[in-house]
């Protein structure tokens, strides 16, 4: 069977609804209203057998299992999900803007974002949202793949974490790696228990950030799924 493009994959995950609870850990306000958000699948859930033959006895297989089952993570054409392939620039702020179903779209001041790209509203909304900014370059890089570090930032800004300890980063050997704008984000991932150190006691700020790795980061921010639109504590 063909394998599936990323504007592919995106395009046909574009149909269910419902919404993400933020676990107490996540400082918002006492009540937060939370509309409907329009999840990354086909109408109906499921299963990991169905989508995926290549998660079995994966590290993450529960959290992707469990992202499946709620409709945020759907298989490619020929029936992988390929978690181990790093998630690029366009796919994970399509993913994030679509689960906190933003509306309003800002001016868009990308160069390298064309006005009818699969991913540009999804961009341009985030950007309204303040998950992501101008770095100064004028360029979004659609295609590039996230690293560990840009994540952090782009999750630290979605759900609005605060960080304590600025420097709980620095108990890993490669610290002075991190970029100095990504480093609160970093601290409050770690420090909150969101983001782990990997083996050799580092960070690895400037990995790429794999499918799964996403998919588990997701799993500790959010917590659960809500489909009904209401005010939620």
């Known amino acids: 069977m063909p394998q599936k493009t990323s504007k592919e994959f995106c395009d046909t995950e574009k149909n269910n609804k419902g919404g993400l609870s933020m676990k107490a850990r996540i400082r918002r306000q006492a009540s937060i209203v939370l509309v409907i958000a329009m999840l990354l699948t086909l109408a109906a859930p499921v299963s990991a057998q169905e989508v995926a033959g290549d998660i079995s006895g994966h590290w993450a297989e529960k959290q992707l299992d469990k992202w499946i089952q709620n409709g945020i993570i759907c298989g490619y054409g020929d029936g992988t999900i390929r ?136 799993d500790k921010i959010a917590g659960n799924l809500i489909r009904k639109p209401g005010t939620y504590s």
Not at 93 to 115: G, H, T
Not at 143 to 172: C, G, H, M, W
């Open 83 to 218: 978690p181990n392939n790093s998630i690029n620039n366009a796919e994970f702020i399509a993913l994030i803007s679509r689960v906190f179903n933003f509306v309003e779209k800002a001016e868009n001041i990308f160069s390298d974002i064309p006005d009818r790209a699969w991913y540009t509203n999804d961009v341009l909304k985030a950007l309204y949202a303040g998950v992501i900014a101008d770095d100064g370059t004028g360029r979004f890089d659609p295609t590039a793949p996230v690293s560990r570090q840009k994540a952090a930032v782009i999750l630290y800004n979605a759900f609005r974490l605060e960080v304590t300890d600025i420097d709980a980063v620095s108990r890993f050997r490669d610290a002075s790696g991190i970029e100095e704008s990504c480093r609160a984000a970093l601290s409050a991932l770690v420090e909150n228990g969101y983001m782990v150190g990997k083996i050799g006691n580092i960070i690895a700020p400037a990995d790429n950030l794999a499918r799964a790795e996403f998919v588990v980061l997701l």
